[in-house]
């Protein structure tokens, strides 16, 4: 049974910062890995997907990895900014109708 | 306009009430999807619905009633629920769903999904 697990739970860091989000999967057999965003109360906004044959994915300052092999992707934040504040989902697609999302890890950046 | 719209935006019931929430895609997507996301879980995949057939159904109790009339459209009908239904709801709707349902040549990102804002649902 696939399971996704997201470390940290939650990050503060100051304006500025580089920051990483981790994601872990239990089953390597995916088939593409989606990192999302959400504001509280709201829906999810798609940030970035990972097909099972690529390694990374860029949109302006994101940069999300896949590592199948290790079971874990990441998602690079450049200079966060306070907009940036939100929860972040991972989200692995196991095929077969099946997407399996991880807890969150919220982030608050601080002007 | 949105490409996942979904109505209304909060809703507070009775545990007797019958009510619905819609939701609709303007995407030309084949697949839509109910999700349930309660505070500090990770959202659960309710329905799955591939050209208007439903292809999952994941033990979701039967006072959670999905239709779908066509592609772009996909209700959720709501009868008897309890306290511990209040959460978040969540439609979302993807081109395809598995590679393998198109066969030879499909795209994984046939399977991104895009999500609606939600139906806040509270049961008094």
């Known amino acids: 049974k696939q399971e996704v697990t997201q470390i940290p739970a939650a990050l503060s860091v100051p304006e500025g910062e580089n920051l990483v989000l981790n994601c872990s999967f239990t089953?390597?057999?995916?088939?593409?890995l989606q990192w999302f965003r959400q504001d509280p109360g709201k829906g999810l906004t798609s940030l970035l997907l990972?097909?099972?044959?690529?390694r990374e994915q860029t949109s302006g300052r994101l940069n999300a990895s896949l590592d199948k092999s290790s079971g874990r992707s990441t998602l690079y934040i450049a200079a966060s900014q306070p907009g940036d504040s939100a929860t972040y989902l991972c989200?692995?697609?196991?095929?077969?109708?099946?997407?399996?999302f991880g807890a969150g890890t919220r982030l608050f950046v601080k002007a | 306009e949105t490409g996942v719209t979904q109505t209304p935006r909060h809703l507070v019931m009775g545990m007797t009430n019958k009510k619905s929430l819609k939701c609709e895609q303007h995407?030309?997507?084949?697949?839509m999807y109910w999700y349930k996301q309660s505070a500090k879980k990770p959202l659960e995949l309710m329905f799955v619905?591939?050209?208007?057939?439903?292809?999952e159904n994941n033990s979701v109790p039967s006072r959670f009633s999905p239709e779908c009339p066509n592609s772009s459209h996909l209700f959720l009908h709501l009868h008897t629920l309890q306290p511990e239904d209040s959460a978040l709801y969540l439609c979302?709707?993807?081109?395809?769903?598995?590679?393998?349902?198109f066969g030879e040549g499909a795209r994984e990102k046939d399977t991104e999904a895009f999500f609606g804002q939600g139906t806040r649902l509270t049961v008094v």
């Open positions: 989200a692995a697609h196991t095929g077969g109708f099946k997407t399996i």
């Open positions: 089953d390597s057999a995916i088939y593409n």
């Open positions: 619905y591939s050209l208007e057939e439903r292809v």
């Open positions: 990972i097909q099972s044959s690529q």
């Open positions: 995407l030309g997507h084949n697949a």
């Open positions: 979302a709707s993807s081109q395809g769903i598995d590679g393998g349902f």
